[in-house]
């Protein structure tokens, strides 16, 4: 069995991390972990050249590898086989169409909990991906308790 995880970097990234870990103990699977980078820029602004951006996204985009790898190195050492893959493009179609290419079984993401009318402005990852996917979901609720 093969779970996908999608981390944001938030702070919760770690509580995703550790539902991640017991469910694959618990299924005996292997876990991709996944981020979605932003696609390429549509337009370069007036100020900067299109190589000052492409060097600043290269630089951001080797900064969450290495933080993707990170995570896939703390799942490895507690004993599951773990790989980290970085994807770009709209975040659920991204998100979707590797998983579909890796074959993943059950999809695991987190929550924000922002209400109602944050996810009618900006949408919600996880609802996108229970709508458009062929996978069992697993939705770890993030929000802080404190709240």
Do not use: C
């Not at 050492?77 to 579909?100: F, H, N, S, W, Y």
Request: charged share 25%; aromatic share 4%; glycine share 8%.
């Amino acid at each position: 069995m093969k779970l996908f995880v999608a981390v944001d970097f938030s702070d919760p990234t770690d509580l995703i991390l550790r539902v991640a870990k017991r469910l694959a103990k618990s299924l005996d699977a292997s876990v991709w972990v996944v981020h979605a980078a932003e696609p390429e820029p549509d337009f370069v602004g007036y100020d900067a050249g299109p190589e000052v951006v492409r060097g600043q996204v290269a630089k951001e985009l080797r900064e969450e590898h290495r933080r993707l790898q990170q995570y896939a190195d703390q799942l490895r050492e507690a004993g599951v086989d773990a790989k980290a893959i970085l994807v770009r493009g709209p975040t659920v179609q991204a998100l979707l169409a590797m998983a579909e290419k890796q074959g993943a079984d059950h999809i695991v993401v987190g929550s924000h909990g922002r209400g109602m009318v944050a996810e009618m402005l900006m949408g919600s990852i996880s609802q996108g991906l229970i709508r458009a996917g062929r996978w069992p979901v697993t939705v770890v609720p993030v929000k802080n308790p404190k709240e």
